[in-house]
Each structure stands twice: as structure tokens, then as C-alpha cells.
């Protein structure tokens, strides 16, 4: 039995409406929106997990295509998807025990499955105004969660994010109208069967150009990358994790791959945009994250550096498809980076729910002050240490076995200098989390931090899942594994524009 | 925030009724005609702001409270999704669909009871925009031009 | 040559965004840039000598109430329609919530111009 896929967009809906009702009966409707808002998120991480190698088109209302508007669950969604689940659960877990500190709790877990809501939306469109509505909405509930604590530097940080991630959507939304005007439809399988049958004119260029920039913003892509550093500190700790973990990615790199590869097709000079994104935000990423004395601003630098690393995977694929048109090759190097995109979502959570439980425990964010928290905060210090060692790239944690494909990707491709910078950002990348380590867990612990006691109850747990999945994912590229997980993701888009007649066959079978 | 002079607060209580009125009848025709959910709860929430205008913002929240506001808010959305939820019942493939039009193809066109779920859609989007624009301005208007802010609780 | 004309406006609403220091002001330029873009949208479905695209009793014909096709071939196409009511509504959404964190932020602190308002720097 297919799961009908509207169910992953009305389940965070509904639960996100009937929270404030739920919360307006006192300290019982608190404790009770609590445990309903988590229920939502468990159910549905069951949901998506069960919804793995099982392809669907579902057409809304029983209007079919081009008529209607279409909800698609394919290879790349599926895996997108469960990424987004597992960290949603997560930081929904972790934040029953760490909004304590904040007021007007229903409304922020409101707000958060209405962010949830969004992103599955997002990446379950088949439509390509209805990804932008579910983009906006996503995007709305962000800016509103990150400026949750109504302080001096969440309200400018949220400021900022707002006006450009407003300018971001207004660039989807004029793209999204020229390519109405160019081709006449807005289902994404009948606009790339336009495309594919005349040629890229002016409008459908200027179309693909706002399209990058617009999603480049989401995606915080360097030129347009002004927000994260100031956002993503200032946010609480679990809408930290969620921002950097999995909204730059579903916003940004899912929307920027899907319409790049399957809407529009990938060109050599497209390519090589992508791969120079790519390289310019692993560099600048990691030589602005070193420098740092915050510890969230450090982890936001250090996650343009990572995105960095996946879209320059994926658009080495592209590039490979397009120059040399060697599909194994392509293969390889898509795979790298579609892997890296789920364990950065993994372990940069991870990192972010543990520079929030330091942040409840000794009040500050500054790695100067602290230090020697090795023995107050075991279960801390080795999620952190694990986290840390997964994104440095040591084996046997996920992070080694993806740079691994990425840097044999570039070398079989005779990319040589593309493998050597990104073995160099890998050293950067180790040398910022031995910092942290160092100024964090080892060293003298200070006077004033004497008495701080480890993170209890729902905190603990959403963190050792994480750690645990952090070690264990590297298992995902056992054969079978990797065939039901990660294979059909990288066919998605090696297939590029063949998606449109897939597409329009599945949903002719229906 | 005080209200303004007797001419004025006499006037918009009989107004306020007629813009109520219109508000609904945006909502209820919008198969028909131009307009429907959206503008109509604008249209409703805008007869609530003459009344603060007028009489001043502690009338108003006396009479309807930002609780109650958020409490319709939700209850006009989880009646969106409930008729979209409703034609599951026919079908796992079928989410939002249109089950009073196709399946029991009550009403001719140009009527009023016609289009199936429509006008029922209408009527949740409606109220939901009414209290949640309502709720907007209601919470904004705690801003003081001097700098400070008056207390709420 | 309309189209033109929108995407000036954009680059207008685009340059007040980006160059003006007062925070209310840049909220104005970001309204702007939705304005032109609402109006591109519109413009796209617009035939010339069309006509608004609701159906009245004259555009009924056939037993069963079909729609004729005098209605298809004056109506302008209503599809740009939607789509813009659907891009109003997600901008008043986002014009509160950029209106509330203005005013949040004078009462913090006390001036709306953004070069004084640089607590996060580095």
C-alpha cells in the first residue's frame, strides 16, 4: 500500500493548527502540545522511512496533468525526505526540554511544523509555482523562528535574513513568471518537454540565471551568502540545527538541482557555474570559519564550507554528463555529493544541539570562556567529539567515506586541482574543530563554570540518536544499502531531462 | 489608542455592520464572482479596524480578544483541511478533491449552491484570513510613537 | 516593451532595498519589487481585445452546461490570475512580519537606520 503523499504535508499542517488550540488550556495544554508536536515529527520520520524505492506520482484533487497540480516522490525526493524527517525529530526532541528557557511555547512548535510542513512540500512539488509557494511558506516560518528570542541580535539578525531570503523568493518568482511566459505550462515535466524540443531562447536563459541566484540565496552560495553567519547564531539552538542542517538544503541545493537537471538541463557552461559556487564557498567557508571565537558563528561558516562541497559534487557530475558524456563517471561524483548532503544534515544538527546544551549549561556562547568541560559534560563532549571527527573526515564515521568518492571522483575525471583544494579545505576544516575542541572540553575549566551539570532527558536523547546515526551512516554504502537509498537519487539526476517522460508515463499509469 | 469623536464613533457602528455584511457576500460568491475567500476575510477583518479606529483598541479587545482571534484562526483552518481531508473517503487518490461536484453533481452552474466544495473552502479561508489579519493588527498597534511600548501581558 | 517597463521597476525596488539606510524604507523597496513582480504576471496572460475571464450566463451553451468556446477565444487567461492572488497573500504575509521585527527593533534600539544597529559583526 502507497502512503498517498499530501499525508506529509497535512500532517504538520493540521498538528500545527490545532496546537495553539491545545496549548490555551494552561500547563497541561503545554505539556500536552509538547508531546502531540513530537508525536507529529516521530510519525512522520515512520512515514518517510516506509516510503523508501516506492516511486509515486499523485495527482491532487483527481485533476490530471497538465490540469493539475501533481505531488512527486522519486528517488532524489525520497532520500531528501528522510534526511528532513530525521532531523526534524531530532530538533524536536531536543527543543521539548531546551524552549523551556523561551516563552510562548505552542506558538514556536506551531511555527516549527509549519517549517516542516514547507520543506516536505518542497520536495515532494511537481509543480513548479507550488514549489514556490511551499518555498515561501518554509521561508516565512524561518525568519520567524529565528528571531524567537526577541533580543537585540536576534531581531537584526532576523531583519537581515528576511530582506535578502524576500529578494531570494522575488527572483524564484520572476524566474517561475518567465519561464510561464516562455513555455506556456507550469508542471515541471511538460516545461522541460518544452525545452527540450526548441532551444533555450533569451527569456528561458534570463529564466535559469534568476533561477541560480534566487536559490543561490536560499542555499547561501558565497556571493549571496550575507545571512547565514548572522542568522543561524542567533537562532535557538534546535532552529539552528534545522536552518543549517536541512532548510539551506531543500531550499536551496534540492530546488537549484532539480531545476537545473531535470526542468532545464545541465550545459557545460552550467557546470562549470556550479563547480565554481561550489569551490569559492568551500574556500571562503573554511578561511572565515577559523578565525572565529563564537562557536555558532564558527559551525554557520563551517556549513557554507560544507555546502560548498555538495554542490561541487554535483556539479562535477553535471559537468562530467555534459563535457565527456561518461554516465559512470557523472555517477560517481552525484553520488559523493548527494551523500555528503545527508550526512552533513546529520552531523551538523548533531554539532549545533551540542553548542546548544553548552549554551543552557554555562550561559555563553564564546570559546574563550570556556573550557575543561570534558568531565562535567561527558555525553557533550563525546556526541561533540563525535560530530567533529565525522565532519574533519575521519574513517570510519560517514564524513571520510563521502570526501573519499568526491576526491576520486575529480581525480578519475582529471580534475587533479579540484581534488587538491578539496583536500586542502578538509585540513582547514580539521584544524576549526580542533579548536573547538580544544578551547571547549580541554584546558582549565574556568571559576565561574563550576557547577555546571550535564543537559538532562529529552536533550540527551535527541543527541545520542544523532551521534548514533552519525557513526552508523557510513553503512549506507553497503551494495544493498546503497541501492535502495542512494542509487535511485543518483538516477534521478544522471537521467536529467528524461524525468519529464517518466513523469508523464507514471502518471498516465495511475 | 482613544478613540475619536461622537460623529465619528456614531457613524461607523451602523457602518461597521454593512461592511461586515459585504465582506460575507465577497466570501459566499466567489464561485461566481470576483473575490472569494481571500478578499472577503480582508473585507472583515477591515470592518474590525474602523472599530479601533474609532472607539480605540481597548473596546475592540474587550469585545474580541486576541485568544478568541487565535482560536478562530485555527478553527477556520482545520476546517480547510477537514474538507480536503473528507475526499480521501473516496479514494486514497483523491486529497482535495472535489467530491460534492463530481460525485453527487448537485446545483447548475451560475447558481449559488453549485461548485461543489468551493463555497465551503471559501467560507474556512475567509474566516481564517478575517481573525489572522485582525490578530495582525490588533498586535501591532501596542507601539507607541515615543519609543515605549504600553505593557501587555 | 511593457515587459520592460516591470523589469525597471524591479530594478528600482531592487535599488532602494539595497542602498537605502533607513529600515522602513528598505521594506518599501522590497514591496516595490513584489508590485513589479505582480504586474509581470499579470501582464503575461493579457490578450489583445480580451475580456475579463468570468463566466456568465452568455458563455453557457450545450445541454450539459459546458462552456462554449466564445468563452475560450475572447477571455484573457486567467491561470496569471491565480497565481498573482496566491503571490499577494504570501506578501502581506511577509510585509507583517518584516513590519513586527522593524518595530521590535526600534524598541531595542531607539533608531530605524541600519548602520547603527551592528552588534553582529566579524
Known amino acids: 500500500m502507497s502512503i498517498p503523499l499530501p499525508v506529509f504535508v497535512a500532517v504538520p499542517l493540521v498538528m500545527a493548527f490545532l496546537l495553539p488550540i491545545a496549548g490555551g488550556f494552561g500547563k497541561k495544554g503545554k505539556a500536552l502540545a509538547t508531546v502531540l508536536a513530537n508525536l507529529a515529527t516521530v510519525s512522520l520520520l515512520v512515514l518517510a522511512a516506509s516510503s523508501i524505492g516506492r516511486p509515486q506520482v499523485y495527482q491532487v484533487g483527481r485533476w490530471s496533468i497538465p490540469l493539475g497540480i501533481n505531488m512527486v516522490l522519486d528517488g532524489l525526493s525520497s532520500l531528501v525526505l528522510l534526511a528532513v524527517s530525521i532531523v526534524s525529530a531530532a530538533a524536536m526532541l531536543f527543543s521539548a526540554r531546551y524552549m523551556e528557557q523561551y516563552t510562548a511555547k505552542p506558538k514556536y512548535l506551531s511555527l516549527f511544523l509549519l517549517m516542516v510542513a514547507g520543506m516536505n512540500g518542497l520536495v515532494l512539488s511537481g509543480d513548479v509555482f507550488n514549489l514556490f509557494v511551499f518555498l515561501e511558506i518554509a521561508s516565512l516560518a524561518s525568519y520567524a523562528l529565528v528571531g524567537f528570542g526577541c533580543e537585540h541580535e536576534e531581531l537584526e539578525a532576523a531583519f537581515k535574513y528576511m530582506v535578502l531570503g524576500s529578494i531570494g523568493s522575488l527572483f524564484v518568482l520572476f524566474g517561475v513568471a518567465l519561464v510561464y511566459g516562455n513555455t506556456g505550462s507550469l508542471n515541471m515535466a511538460y516545461i522541460s518537454k518544452a525545452i527540450q524540443s526548441s532551444q533555450l531562447n533569451a527569456g528561458l536563459s534570463f529564466a535559469l540565471a534568476l533561477f541560480i541566484v534566487g536559490f543561490g540565496i536560499k542555499a547561501a552560495l558565497v556571493p549571496f551568502h550575507a545571512w547565514l553567519p548572522d542568522a543561524h547564531p542567533s537562532a535557538p539552538a534546535p532552529i539552528s540545527a534545522m536552518l543549517s542542517g536541512v532548510l539551506i538544503k531543500t531550499l536551496g541545493v534540492y530546488a537549484l538541482v532539480r531545476i537545473v537537471f531535470n526542468v532545464f538541463g545541465v550545459s557545460i557552461q552550467i557546470g562549470w557555474l556550479l563547480v565554481v559556487l561550489g569551490l569559492l564557498s568551500m574556500v571562503a567557508g573554511a578561511f572565515l570559519a577559523i578565525g572565529q571565537w563564537d562557536f555558532k558563528r564558527l559551525l554557520a561558516y563551517s556549513s557554507i564550507s560544507q555546502i560548498g562541497y555538495v554542490v561541487l559534487g554535483i556539479g562535477l557530475g553535471g559537468l562530467i554528463m555534459a563535457k565527456y558524456n561518461n554516465l559512470a563517471w557523472a555517477s560517481l561524483a552525484i553520488l559523493g555529493g548527494l551523500f555528503h548532503l545527508v550526512n552533513h544534515a546529520v552531523y551538523k544538527s548533531l554539532l549545533f544541539l551540542t553548542s546548544g546544551s553548552l549554551q543552557m549549561a554555562t550561559g555563553t556562547r564564546q570559546l574563550r570562556s570556556m573550557g575543561g568541560l570534558a568531565e562535567r559534560m561527558p555525553v557533550t563532549r563525546a556526541t561533540c567529539t563525535v560530530a567533529s571527527a565525522a565532519i574533519v573526515g575521519i574513517p570510519p564515521f560517514s564524513g571520510f567515506w563521502s570526501k573519499l568518492i568526491l576526491v576520486i571522483a575529480a581525480v578519475q575525471a582529471h580534475f587533479y586541482w579540484v581534488a587538491a583544494i578539496i583536500v586542502f579545505v578538509s585540513l582547514c576544516t580539521l584544524i576549526m574543530y580542533l579548536k573547538v575542541q580544544r578551547y571547549v572540553f580541554l584546558g582549565e575549566l574556568p571559576e565561574n563554570l563550576r557547577q555546571t551539570q550535564e543537559s538532562r532527558g529529552s536533550m540527551l536523547v535527541a543527541m545520542v540518536f544523532l551521534a548514533c546515526l552519525c557513526a552508523l551512516m557510513g553503512l549506507l554504502l553497503v551494495p544493498s544499502l546503497r541501492e535502495t537509498i542512494l542509487e535511485p537519487a543518483v538516477k534521478v539526476l544522471t537521467g536529467g531531462v528524461s524525468y519529464s517522460a517518466d513523469i508523464i508515463r507514471m502518471s498516465m499509469k495511475v | ?153 | 516593451m511593457p515587459y520592460a517597463l516591470c523589469f525597471l521597476l524591479f530594478m528600482i525596488g531592487l535599488y532602494c532595498a539595497v542602498v537605502k539606510k533607513n529600515m522602513v524604507k528598505i521594506v518599501i523597496g522590497i514591496m516595490v519589487m513584489e508590485y513589479a513582480v505582480n504586474l509581470f504576471l499579470i501582464m503575461l496572460g493579457f490578450r489583445t481585445h480580451g475580456e475579463a475571464p468570468i463566466v456568465g450566463k452568455e458563455h453557457i451553451a450545450g445541454p450539459a452546461g459546458q462552456v462554449s468556446s466564445l468563452f475560450i477565444n475572447t477571455s484573457v487567461d486567467p491561470l496569471p490570475q491565480a497565481l498573482v492572488l496566491t503571490a499577494i497573500v504570501i506578501s502581506l504575509g511577509s510585509l507583517a512580519l518584516m513590519i513586527s521585527i522593524c518595530i521590535r527593533t526600534y524598541e531595542k534600539y531607539g533608531t530605524f537606520d541600519i548602520t547603527q544597529i551592528r552588534r553582529l559583526r566579524g
Open chain 2, 1 to 153: 489608542m482613544k478613540g475619536m469623536t461622537v460623529i465619528v464613533k456614531t457613524i461607523s457602528s451602523w457602518v461597521k455592520v454593512l461592511i461586515f455584511l459585504f465582506g460575507i457576500y465577497i466570501v459566499i460568491f466567489g464561485h461566481l464572482t470576483p473575490g472569494g475567500g481571500f478578499a472577503g476575510g480582508v473585507i472583515l477583518a477591515s470592518s474590525y479596524v474602523l472599530l479601533m479606529l474609532a472607539f480605540g483598541r481597548e473596546f475592540v479587545e474587550k469585545n474580541l480578544s486576541l485568544g478568541v482571534a487565535s482560536k478562530l484562526d485555527c478553527v477556520g483552518a482545520l476546517l480547510f483541511a477537514a474538507i480536503a481531508l473528507f475526499g480521501m473517503a473516496y479514494g486514497a487518490a483523491s486529497f482535495f478533491y472535489n467530491f460534492l461536484q463530481q460525485q453527487y453533481q448537485y446545483g447548475q452552474p451560475l447558481k449559488l449552491a453549485s461548485a461543489g466544495t468551493i463555497p465551503l473552502s471559501n467560507i474556512a479561508i475567509g474566516l481564517k484570513v478575517g481573525a489572522s489579519l485582525f490578530m495582525v493588527i490588533l498586535a501591532l498597534s501596542t507601539f507607541r510613537p515615543n519609543g515605549s511600548v504600553e505593557q501587555k501581558e
